[in-house]
């Protein structure tokens, strides 16, 4: 998967119709890993792909698991 | 990114899938259920009864060997598959290469390997033997390779569905239908060749010989019909599971355990009737030749039912639908035990049988049973978990086997005259009462014992995300002195940011956890860095993405919308 990829399509109007939130929420799984992250600028509107907030978070993955995930690509 | 319109292209891709099952499905019915009868009904007609006896229950017994020994190499078998590299693909050879070699040997067996038997017993066993495990490999080859190709067609979910709906349609056709021919086919052609009005090996043959043919053709149907696409990253090695796991996932869940046990019990059950249904109309009923009923019957309402399911799990929950088919069960084995003179209350009592929702229900509640079992355990098992029904049923299938060779051994070549107060005794115990007791327990079962309703999956859902963000769920370890990292996330949607804490969920409560909002002005998921999707929910509404640095984090997309089951939203992508 690469940054821009369309991912997924929903049906806005059908969530709303029958009393749920449209509200896309991105979080951390691993939040005890976050070091610190930039500001988010809270009521900006934005297109896909515009930065949004920089997150910095130690992390100790394999390098055989980095790999993996290239291959993948 | 491809659109969804349904080009020329698209549509006879789509239709050749299907047809291609027709054939496959005729076909594997003959080897599993047809074969069995021939052989004990016509194959050794005129030797020596004890020897034919023999022969009769080393085949019947090789058969179920063979079955079970099937499951585990199944994978190996995929594995070749997957190694396979030609021109046309890895899929389409094995189809064809398959079908073909398969249909051929299995009208060797159907000539009784040329009459061998009546000279060399011996000769013939072992002959027999070979041949038999020849034509299974070469069958799972195609089999495999069948649906295999799903994948392959299209990396659109919502199209997969399609392909692999489409595929157990016509599979449930060309099953039918086999039951709607085989009679006619099997009297006429021994007529033709002998003059009497019976089924004899002629018939038998020729019946083999026409649904071979149709196999093939289909065969040829889904190999130029198809487009295997190249340009994506597919990773069916990870579909490729053990029996080990298959077990372990079993055990370790008890959502997959009991949905499992329950769909076992309906399974032996129907499958137990069902190939002994066609004993039932020649010595029971004394009328083989109104067996093509059956078949008729059991296409309509399979027709009706898979359809309807889902209107009717609008307003009724899955529960009560499996309860309900399987009350449908229950009553017709009544009505096949006190009706079975009366043609109406026979027909009702078809109709009865095959009103069964307990495969749908049961697929749909082992798919859920995955985030059960990923709040349970941490762990998710998708392709294990959808491994646990086919192999049920594969499972079940065997049973069918050993029961159909038993009762034809314990039958030979008697007529409905020959039958005695005590045989019939025997055949109601096996055919009916037994079922008629497993169609109980299986409600039993499922009342009790499976409470992963889809209320209760969507609270699993709920919990599952809050657990996910509180760092619960994923390993979470502080990692001091693991180095720094830095990660840019982009926008996933267009739209207004906002902060977690101002999202308020359908309860009432912040969500929990560390990110970012935003309130979309499109309903476009995009993906907000380079890396890998590690899972998707069953309803579609959430993933989980990690990407190239190692960031872990959870795209949800709106609040509540667990409950709309996947409905309007459609992926894009492959986990992995």
């Known amino acids: 998967m690469r940054k821009g990829d369309l991912l997924l399509e929903f049906d806005r109007d059908l969530a709303l119709e029958n009393g749920y939130q449209d509200t896309v929420i991105v979080f951390y799984t691993q939040p005890r890993k976050i070091v610190k992250t930039s500001e988010v600028e809270t009521g900006k509107t934005v297109k896909h792909g515009e930065e949004v907030v920089s997150v910095e978070f130690r992390e100790a993955i394999k390098n055989s698991e980095k790999t993996m995930g290239l291959q993948a690509e | ?576």
């Open chain 2, 1 to 576: 990114m491809k659109s969804h319109e349904k080009s020329g292209k698209q549509i006879l891709s789509y239709a050749s899938f299907c047809l291609g099952n027709l054939g496959h499905s005729a076909f594997y019915g003959v080897m599993s259920t047809y074969f069995v009868i021939f052989i004990t009904s016509s194959m050794f007609s005129g030797m020596q009864a004890s020897i034919a006896g023999k022969l009769i229950g080393l085949i019947t017994g090789l058969m179920v060997v063979i079955r079970i020994a099937e499951l585990v190499i199944d994978p190996i078998l995929g594995n070749i598959v997957d190694n396979t590299k030609t021109k046309w693909g890895k899929f389409k050879p094995w189809i064809l290469v398959g079908t073909l070699v398969s249909a051929l040997l299995l009208l060797v067996l159907f000539t009784g390997i040329f009459g061998l038997a009546q000279k060399s017993w011996l000769l013939f066993a072992v002959l027999f033997i070979l041949i038999y495990i020849g034509f299974d490999i070469f069958y799972s080859l195609s089999d495999v390779s069948y649906w295999g190709m799903v994948p392959a067609l299209s990396e659109d979910s919502h199209a997969r569905g399609i392909y692999t709906s489409l595929g157990a349609f016509s599979g449930t056709i060309g099953w039918n239908g086999l039951t709607i021919i085989v009679v006619p086919i099997v009297t006429s052609v021994t007529y033709m060749v002998t003059g009497k009005h019976e089924e004899g090996a002629a018939g038998w043959l020729a019946f083999a010989a026409v649904i071979s043919a149709l196999a093939i053709v289909c065969a040829l149907i889904v190999c130029f019909g198809t487009k295997e696409k190249h340009n994506i990253i597919r990773n069916s090695a990870k579909q490729k599971t053990s029996l080990k796991q298959v077990f372990g996932a079993i055990f370790h869940n008890d959502q997959i355990l009991w949905p499992s046990l329950a769909y076992l019990l309906y399974s032996l059950a129907y499958i137990i009737t069902n190939g002994i249904l066609f004993y039932m109309y020649k010595f029971v009923i004394g009328k083989p030749n109104e067996f093509w009923v059956v078949g008729v019957i059991a296409t309509i309402i399979g027709f009706c039912i898979s359809p309807s399911f889902p209107i009717l799990n609008k307003y009724i929950p899955r529960k009560w639908l499996f309860v309900a088919g399987q009350t449908c069960m229950v009553l017709a084995y009544v009505l096949f035990i006190f009706g079975r003179n009366n043609v109406i209350l026979m027909d009702l009592g078809l109709v009865l049988l095959n009103i069964n929702f307990a495969q749908l229900v049961t697929v749909l509640t082992l798919t859920d049973a995955i985030e059960y079992g990923q709040l349970k355990n941490g762990q998710r098992n998708e392709a294990v978990v959808l491994a646990v029904r086919p192999m049920i049923d594969k499972f079940t299938g065997t049973v069918s086997n050993a029961l159909v060779g038993y009762v034809a051994i314990a039958t030979g070549t008697a007529t409905a005259a020959d039958m005695t107060a005590h045989d019939i005794n025997t055949f109601n115990i096996i055919a009916l009462y037994i079922p008629l007791i497993l169609a109980v327990l299986s409600i039993i079962v499922f009342l009790t014992k499976v409470t992963l309703s889809e209320k209760k999956h969507a609270a699993v859902v709920e919990e599952l995300k809050d657990k996910l963000a509180e760092g619960k769920i994923e390993n979470d370890k502080e990692e001091p002195d693991a180095s720094v990292t830095n990660e840019i996330v982009y926008a996933p949607a267009d739209g207004e940011l906002m902060n977690l804490s101002e999202v308020i969920d359908e309860n009432n409560k912040p969500f929990p956890g560390k990110g970012f909002a935003i309130k979309p002005s499109r309903g476009r998921i995009y993906a907000p860095f380079n890396g890998k999707i590690k899972f998707t929910f069953i309803t579609k509404h959430a993933f989980e993405i990690v990407s190239d640095e190692g960031l872990q984090v959870v795209v949800h997309v709106g609040l509540g919308t667990v409950n709309l089951r996947g409905k309007g939203f459609e992926t894009y992508y492959d986990d992995g």
